[in-house]
């Protein structure tokens, strides 16, 4: 038997994820709730070409394994869905010229994005990228309610409803 499975009867359960794998997760849905609701449910790329589109997939400019860049709202754009057929995948140069020079303010944001998120060994505060996500999301929604006290599950649920109706 696999050390990764628990018996129990016939039925083999999976490890559960620990808690921080939960929490990591909850910060991801948090990020994509942002990306979603800062780009209102378009696709950006579409959008530059003058054509509206819905984006479906909050996509990381740079790839979401780099911890340094994983949560920042700015590594983030929404762009058309079909799993990796959308632009970033298919013309990754070509997508990545376009960032540089349209998508940011100025072309060196997006140097300064990409060097932070090619810094190696930088330990990350996951409670303090929480409080910051937070903010951004009560800035774009002007919540009428205290985000802090509800339960974990009803932040999950909430930010779930928020990504539907956009």
Known sequence: M????????????????????????????????????????????????????????CHHIFSRKLRNTRWDTRNGILVMGLHNYHEPHVHPIKFHEWLRNSWFKAPIEYDMLKVRSELIGVQIDRSAME????????????????????????KKKYLLTLRKEI
Do not use: C
Request: aromatic residues 12%.
């Open 2 to 57: 696999k050390r990764s499975y628990i018996q129990r009867g016939k039925k083999k359960l999976g490890r559960s994820k620990t808690p921080h794998k939960v929490y990591e997760e909850y910060l991801d849905q948090l990020w994509r709730t942002i990306v979603r609701l800062r780009d209102k449910g378009l696709n950006q790329y579409a959008l530059s070409q003058g054509i509206e589109k819905p984006g479906v997939d």
């Open 131 to 154: 409080i910051a996500l937070t903010q951004e999301l009560m800035t774009l929604t002007k919540l009428s309610f205290d985000w802090y006290t509800l339960s974990f599950n009803k």
